[in-house]
């Protein structure tokens, strides 16, 4: 107490800016002293932070060893009750199907979860679940009533599979997997939609899962434009892959052993020569290939509507391109190739049914290949022969009937040509149809294609990530 009393004594006797001045440096030497007691009370407050924590951890593994040896015996005691035959899947208490993530780990997601995965890698999981993880993601993002976060979300996505489709324009594999996944997405939009017309077959716990803030009516449609794209470039790949093998398989190869001696003459060695060259295909390689396609849709969960017009496409242009090669080559119209045609076509039939595909449509888009192969081995002599021609070629044009019969080659020296009078008595009968004047079928026309609505039956909380996505960023909500 002296010792204030005299410091005040001495501020007296200074001047007024002398006496601030002094006062100022009291403050600081004051404010040092608080300040290093607290920077003191800090250091003791984390150390004992850590020590906490540490404490924590090791509670913690303490708990889930008990819980681990609880589960454990649990499921001891389960497999002696012989009432519960059904093994249920453990989930996590709270989880409602959705997942969190922040906003500056959407570039992370839409790399590991579009741009840079690989099929490969999701083979033995869930079809589609990449098409379900964003669902989920779009679920919360709705939950939390954040457009700009759906927004940001849905078009990123867009753009991935876009910039994927652009890379592997080539690959069949990789464009299936993104046509899956783009129709699944497209689907789960239309599900969870809240639209009635779209939850007929919703359980109660799906519609729990429904969207809850935003219309996302417009998403649909750019999505819907997106897989009419990836379906074209499906398409565009597997006819790139089927088309070098059409003509040599379906015309050129013997699959019928002994035909070969049957051909007209004149033009055996070079049929023959063709078979045995390096671009000879048999008709099992398109079979093969095509098994190839349909295993990988499969596999990937494409939609069987989807595979049913696939194949109708397919079945298309092998009709196309094969008649297209009978109409421009004599050495082919024979009847020996007709038979063999016929034979050819009753595989690819057989082919469709053994693949429970005959609902496809693709054998009537071979209609014209097949009554051009019945054509070259009908009699053309009589007007009676000319009348079966014309009430059995409905699906081939007058001039593809008369192109075929001008064409027509006879096996031997004694069988008799095609007569200019047998194809006038064609003409006369067909005068009277609408016909089209083009002689050869675009081999490149597409069918348009639809996307029948396909629920899923699976709920969001069932549906399991696995840790080679590496989306560890994700929170389960």
Request: charged content about 25%; hydrophobic content about 35%.
């Amino acid at each position: 107490m002296d010792k204030q009393q005299q410091t005040f004594c001495q501020t007296l006797l200074l001047s007024p800016e002398a006496q601030v001045e002094f006062g100022v440096q009291q403050e600081i030497s004051r404010l040092t002293s608080e300040n290093l007691d607290l920077k003191e009370l800090v250091e003791k407050l984390e150390k004992n932070e850590k020590k906490l924590k540490k404490q924590l951890k090791i509670y913690m593994k303490k708990v889930q060893d008990l819980e681990a040896t609880q589960a454990l015996a649990q499921s001891d005691r389960r497999q002696h009750e012989l009432t519960r035959q059904v093994t249920v899947q453990r989930k996590e208490k709270d989880f409602q199907g959705m997942l969190e993530y922040h906003k500056e780990d959407e570039a992370l997601l839409i790399r590991n979860l579009v741009t840079d995965l690989k099929p490969q890698m999701l083979s033995g999981t869930v079809p589609c679940l990449p098409a379900y993880i964003l669902y989920m993601c779009i679920r919360h993002a709705d939950y939390t009533n954040d457009d700009l976060k759906v927004h940001s979300l849905l078009t990123s996505t867009i753009n991935g599979i876009k910039k994927v489709l652009k890379k592997h324009n080539d690959d069949f594999e990789m464009t299936s997997f993104w046509l899956s996944n783009t129709c699944r997405l497209l689907h789960c939009l239309k599900q969870y939609s809240g639209d009635e017309g779209f939850m007929t077959q919703n359980t109660a716990k799906q519609n729990e899962h429904c969207l809850k803030n935003f219309d996302l009516t417009e998403y649909r449609q750019v999505l819907s434009d997106l897989s009419i794209q990836i379906y074209q470039q499906l398409i565009k790949i597997a006819e790139g892959l089927l088309q070098p093998m059409i003509v040599s398989a379906m015309l050129e190869n013997e699959s019928i052993q002994g035909l070969s001696g049957v051909k007209p003459t004149g033009y055996r060695k070079r049929s023959s020569s063709m078979v045995d060259g390096e671009n000879s295909y048999c008709l099992e390689a398109i079979i093969r290939q095509m098994n190839s396609f349909h295993t990988i849709m499969c596999d990937q969960g494409l939609d069987p509507e989807i595979i049913l017009q696939v194949f109708k496409q397919l079945f298309y242009m092998i009709n196309a391109v094969t008649l297209n090669n009978l109409l421009l080559r004599k050495d082919v119209c024979s009847w020996s190739t007709g038979m063999q045609l016929r034979y050819n076509i009753s595989q690819l039939e057989e082919w469709l049914r053994g693949r429970n595909l005959q609902q496809s449509g693709g054998v009537q888009t071979m209609e014209p290949l097949i009554q051009a192969a019945q054509l070259l081995q009908l009699k053309k002599k009589t007007q009676e022969d000319a009348e079966a021609i014309c009430s059995l070629c409905t699906s081939l044009s007058t001039q593809q009937i008369v192109k075929i019969l001008n064409l027509y080659t006879p096996l031997n020296e004694f069988e008799e040509r095609v007569t200019v009078s047998f194809i006038r008595t064609i003409q006369a009968q067909l005068q009277e149809r609408n016909d089209p004047q083009q002689l050869l079928l675009d081999f490149k026309h597409m069918f348009p294609v639809l996307f029948p609505f396909n629920p899923s039956s699976l709920t969001m909380d069932s549906i399991h990530i696995p840790a080679c996505l590496n989306l560890e960023f994700l929170n389960e909500v």
